[in-house]
């Protein structure tokens, strides 16, 4: 892939968006992260499908490579249906596999420990840090300590960029470098963020970014798989064709994937690609914003922003505190969906799901504080100011209402 230069933030927020004339404005529900998309991702996917490039090989799958792994400042990136897609691939192709374990952050989207299952190996989880809801790098430390004694190394680790802030990367690749072993960063949620003024998705050994419809900037579903190392990026790539090797007929001596995105779905990465910016710029903005209407709300807190970098804002998590308030998540979460707005608990954690039943865990106890305080706000780029000012009118209601007694009552 050919290097660019990475995309700057914008200094200062841009003004709330008009919402866009469409089908969406006889839809009176507010969303969490809805598809924003325009005029450019249209052109551009009417040229692809103009073109008659329809399947997973294209000008603008080409393009939508080299324009992601410049924005990034990696070397090499494959683009693929999903973001899970990369993330088995990755651990494919370092090498994981049946009876091996890997690191993962017990607070997490499901996808991640998922990925460790198809290579048949064990996922061990890592609580949070304070700092940023992060994987805790000290324990990660701990951990592959206790481990190297006993003859029990991980065979890799993964990092997730949390809610769309970039773990602590300095950390934790030096304690994972000290005993040779391969980070993998899950910077799914976290385009256009950064860490020590490096952007998100060029950490460890490979990195995977999600363009599902709730993200940053969407392909409708897709992903992207990143690396500096050309034989890891191309080795991911045969893979995802279902692994083909060089004969002049279909030969196979490998089991392999259909991941590859469309040159469709590319076209529309494109067009994303080039607001995004502007998207950015507009979640800081309804960060900011929540952030100011809650100061003086008792029981509300915030998703800590770390010191070492710049979130992408991708969602705007609150904290409600039972103890001080008559409220919860759960009950802040049901006035808003009685208003037709939708919002989220925090990603419950990992070693306390069904599937994870038997999965090791180092800690545990921050993950689960987050998801019994965290709830996910409405965060889109599209969000105008008067859907927010419902939203933060309706929580305050509801945090502030009495004992026994709802929000509209």
């Not at 996808?111 to 840090?129: C, E, H, K, L, M």
């Not at 998100?200 to 992207?224: C, D, E, P, R, Y």
């Amino acid at each position: 892939m050919v290097l660019g230069p990475n995309t700057h933030l914008p200094a200062s927020p841009i003004p709330s968006p008009a919402r866009p004339t469409s089908h969406r404005d006889a839809l009176p529900r507010i969303y969490l992260s809805p598809p924003d998309v325009g005029d450019a991702e249209r052109s551009l996917l009417l040229d692809a499908f103009d073109s008659n490039w329809i399947a997973p090989v294209g000008a603008h799958l080409d393009a939508f490579e080299r324009e992601v792994a410049a924005l990034t400042g990696t070397a090499h990136a494959t683009a693929l249906a999903s973001g899970t897609a990369g993330l088995h691939l990755a651990l494919v192709v370092l090498g994981v596999g049946p009876g091996d374990e890997v690191l993962v952050p017990t607070l997490t989207f499901v996808a991640t420990a998922n990925a460790v299952s198809y290579v048949g190996a064990r996922p061990v989880f890592i609580d949070s840090d304070e700092k940023s809801w992060c994987v805790d790098p000290v324990l990660i430390a701990q951990e592959l300590e206790t481990r190297a004694k006993s003859g029990r190394l991980p065979k890799a680790i993964i990092a997730v960029d949390l809610y769309g802030q970039c773990a602590d990367y300095d950390a934790l690749l030096t304690a994972a470098d000290r005993f040779d072993v391969p980070v993998i960063e899950d910077a799914a949620e976290s385009l256009g963020a950064t860490y020590g003024g490096r952007p998100a998705g060029s950490f460890g050994a490979m990195s995977v970014l999600s363009f599902n419809g709730n993200k940053i900037i969407t392909t409708s579903g897709g992903g992207m798989l990143l690396s500096d190392r050309r034989d890891l990026v191309e080795r991911a790539q045969n893979l995802a064709t279902q692994a083909r090797d060089e004969f002049a007929y279909y030969e196979h001596s490998t089991t392999g994937f259909n991941y590859r995105m469309s040159n469709l779905l590319a076209a529309v990465g494109r067009g994303q690609l080039r607001s995004l910016d502007e998207k950015l710029a507009r979640r800081r903005a309804i960060n900011q914003r929540y952030r100011a209407a809650f100061a003086d709300t008792p029981g509300i807190g915030f998703l800590p922003e770390a010191s070492y970098g710049e979130p992408n804002h991708w969602l705007t998590v609150i904290t409600v505190d039972p103890e001080e308030v008559h409220a919860t998540p759960t009950s802040v979460a049901a006035a808003l969906e009685a208003a037709d707005i939708e919002a989220r608990r925090s990603w419950k954690p990992m070693h306390l799901q069904p599937l994870f039943v038997d999965a090791a865990c180092c800690g545990g106890a921050v993950a689960e504080r987050i998801f019994a305080t965290g709830l996910c706000l409405p965060s889109g780029s599209a969000l105008t100011e008067r859907e927010q000012d419902t939203v933060i009118d309706l929580v305050i209601d509801t945090v502030l209402a009495p004992r026994g007694r709802s929000a509209s009552s």
